[in-house]
T-cell receptor, first 118, second 114 residues
């Protein structure tokens, strides 16, 4: 159990366009989802914490108007990169915590989305 | 400021030997610790979790935690070429405001030489 599906796995878009990435918990309900970004040879950096039914909490330095997060249900969170630029090219990974799991339980990761902005 | 430090490597270990991966963290309030394995181009997969001081063993993997020294390590016994990957250390601190994401180190690139 605890499968997290992320779609698409790879996307190429032109500069100035917007891209939506979906993160779904397939066999559990997730009250909290986390969005990470990973540049080549770098670690995962937390972008934002998404709680179902409320506004996302963004980490310092992450533009909330550029990275729109919606967590409308207990099984789906979306990240929209608006007006994408080449510097937004990165590996975006979502993770989820199962409803009822304690705060210090491991996170369940999606397979990631490789975004390339040309 | 939450920081997690790892030696980026590469760490090269002969097949069948023990691989030792180390991690230090800066925040004494950290309460849970995880080791993830990440293959190139893939998302992390959980290897071990550890919450209290001492050793925790799971198959060929042993996690060691020393909160006084703010140090956590991962030992891989009988290393296999398939163990070649980047190993990420991650810590979690409960801020009291709700669920927190994990803070990751940059990872150690491990190479198991056949």
């Amino acid at each position: 159990g605890a499968v997290v599906s992320q779609h698409p796995s790879r996307v190429i878009c032109k500069s100035g366009t917007s891209v939506k990435i979906e993160c779904r918990s397939l066999d559990f309900q997730a009250t909290t989802m986390f969005w990470y970004r990973q540049f080549p040879k770098q670690s995962l950096m937390l972008m934002a914490t998404s709680n179902e039914g409320s506004k996302a909490t963004y980490e310092q330095g992450v533009e909330k108007d550029k990275f729109l997060i919606n967590h409308a249900s207990l099984t789906l969170s979306t990240l929209t990169v608006t007006s994408a630029h080449p510097e937004d090219s990165s590996f975006y990974i979502c993770s989820a915590r199962r409803q009822g799991e304690f705060y210090n339980s491991p996170l369940h990761f999606g397979n990631g989305t490789r975004l390339t902005v040309t | 400021q939450k920081e997690v430090e790892q030696n980026s490597g590469p760490l090269s270990v002969p097949e069948g030997a023990i691989a030792s991966l180390n991690c230090t963290y800066s925040d004494r309030g950290s309460q849970s610790f995880f080791w993830y394995r990440q293959y190139s181009g893939k998302s992390p997969e959980l290897i071990m979790s550890i919450y209290s001081n001492g050793d925790k063993e799971d198959g060929r993997f042993t996690a060691q935690l020393n909160k006084a020294s703010q140090y956590v390590s991962l030992l891989i016994r009988d290393s296999q070429p398939s163990d070649s990957a980047t190993y990420l250390c991650a810590v979690n601190i409960f801020s009291g405001g709700g669920a927190d994401g994990l803070t990751f180190g940059k990872g150690t690139h491990l190479i198991i030489q056949p």
